[in-house]
């Protein structure tokens, strides 16, 4: 596979299944940003954002025989991938350690760049913004942080059937916002 | 609730993003089998929340994408890796394959044997026969030095004869009843140099304790011109700047100061 331009995502995706170098060199050089602003929205930290960056490729490399066509985009595919294994750093004990000795989380210091991106400017936030206070909330709790709809149910007090439709109406104004 | 009801109610955004139950997702997946209206709200959204990441992309730092490429190359090696691994194993299955395997080792190994002590045994023959060339090839040179010297003495024995610069000095019995009958030798005088060449055609071998000696004849004496042994060939006598005659006698080995007569054989120079 010579192929360096362009590919679509049905050539994407057999140079990926046939473990092919340059193929994972094109998917990283069109969505490793838009996958790392997911990861820094959720870690709010650079440093733990790079590894879990690194280890989301290495995810997407192993795991590419798993991804199913039939049940929806390539890119959403990574997404999800992206997004268990930032939550799953989330929740681990570095995590928490790393935190005690973190100052500022909302801010985000991109590896020795001068400019600190703020968070407000990146992946979802901007269409998140918009949203009702009580919408956000539940978004916040559900997609970056990774809590279940009872879990969520307890640390708001509300009927789990609340929180159900609550999100759903959440993600639709959500979309709304994207168009 | 019917299909429209059901894309608008969230649960396209809420399984794109993750966040709906396994329940939800066989739901929807069963849906979007059933429905390409399902199917294709699903795609819209997808696309849509995939362009909206895009522009809001953020560049990872740039000295993250080798450290991406190096992992990926580790992991291919550690793949093949993994085949190799699985080749070694495969004998521990394949006993049945393994038995041929070893009766061919066998008989190679048997084979090998034979041909090994064939070819000791031509070793060894081919030992003598490179011992006996060496010694033949050793014959060979030192009869092919003699040949080289023998070569050289007839090249100067040619030279000398082929040299027009050499008066010729025939020497014959000085009398009918002398003790060289048939005696005949001669002189090869060269005109220039003066150097005396012998050449014995014909003289009685001489005693064991006697030499001949040739004298060349000076106003009447004798000059010593040194003794000789009959050979084939010239024999170098002594240099003789002027000569009227040369003379043969027999005289104890070694030579004389005077000679002693008769004289064997004579010739007068023509100069």
């Known amino acids: 596979m010579g192929i360096t331009g362009t590919y679509t995502e049905q050539e994407l995706i057999s140079a990926l299944k046939e ?8 998917l990283y050089d069109n969505y490793s940003g838009a996958l790392y602003s997911i990861i820094l929205q959720i870690l709010q ?33 990574m997404l999800n991938v992206t997004r268990n294994a930032s939550i799953d750093t989330l929740r681990s004990k570095g995590y928490q350690n790393s935190q005690k000795n973190q100052g500022l989380p909302e801010n985000v210091n991109i590896s020795g760049q001068v400019t600190q991106t703020n968070i407000d400017n990146i992946g979802l936030t901007k269409v998140l913004a918009k949203l009702k206070p009580e919408h956000r909330i539940l978004i916040e709790l559900a997609y970056f942080k990774g ?9 708001e007090d509300i009927p789990l059937g ?5 999100i759903r109406n959440a993600l639709l104004q959500l979309k709304e916002y994207m168009q | 609730m019917n299909v429209q009801e059901y894309i608008l109610s969230g649960v396209v955004e809420s399984y794109v993003l ?14 979007c089998a059933a429905h390409s209206e399902v199917r294709a709200a699903r795609d819209a959204f997808e696309q849509l929340l995939e362009k909206q990441l895009l522009s809001q992309a953020v560049a990872p730092p740039s000295n993250l994408k080798s450290k991406v490429i190096a992992d990926i190359e580790i992991e291919n090696d550690k793949r093949q890796g993994k085949k190799v691994v699985s080749m070694k194993q495969a004998p521990v299955v394949q006993s049945g394959w393994l038995r041929y395997v070893a009766a061919a080792a066998v008989i190679l190994l048997v084979g090998s044997t034979i041909l090994n002590f064939y070819f000791f045994t031509e070793y060894k023959k081919y030992i003598s026969k490179y011992d006996e060339l060496v010694a ?8 092919n030095q003699a040949l080289q010297t023998k070569v050289q003495q007839y090249e100067s024995m040619l030279n000398i ?33 003066k150097d005396v060449y012998l050449v014995v055609n014909n003289l009685p071998k001489p005693a064991a304790d006697k030499q001949y000696q040739l004298w ?10 040194g003794v000789f042994d009959i050979q084939n060939g010239p024999v170098k006598m002594k240099n003789i700047p002027n000569a009227q005659a040369f003379a043969i006698t027999l005289e104890p080995k070694g030579g004389s100061a005077s000679p002693t007569l008769p004289i064997y054989v004579l010739g007068k120079t023509t100069g």
Do not use: C
């Open chain 2, 216 to 225: 060349a004849i000076v106003d009447g004496k004798p000059v010593d011109a």
């Open chain 2, 136 to 143: 033949s090839q050793t014959q060979m040179a030192t009869l």
């Open chain 2, 18 to 31: 993750g966040l709906a139950s396994a329940e939800e997702r066989a739901e929807f997946e069963r849906m």
């Open chain 1, 147 to 155: 809590y279940t709809h009872e879990e969520i149910a307890q640390i």
């Open chain 1, 19 to 26: 473990r092919d170098n340059q193929a994972y060199g094109y």
């Open chain 2, 161 to 193: 004869f082929q040299d027009t610069s050499m008066s010729i000095v025939k020497m014959l019995p000085a009398a009918p009843d002398g003790p060289a009958i048939g005696g005949h030798t001669t002189v090869y005088w060269n005109n220039n140099s």
């Open chain 1, 162 to 166: 609340t929180v159900k439709t609550r």
């Open chain 1, 45 to 77: 930290n650079s440093e733990l954002a790079n590894d879990v960056l690194q280890e989301v490729f290495i995810n997407i490399w192993r795991k590419i025989e798993t991804y199913d066509p039939s049940r929806g985009r390539l890119f959403t595919w």
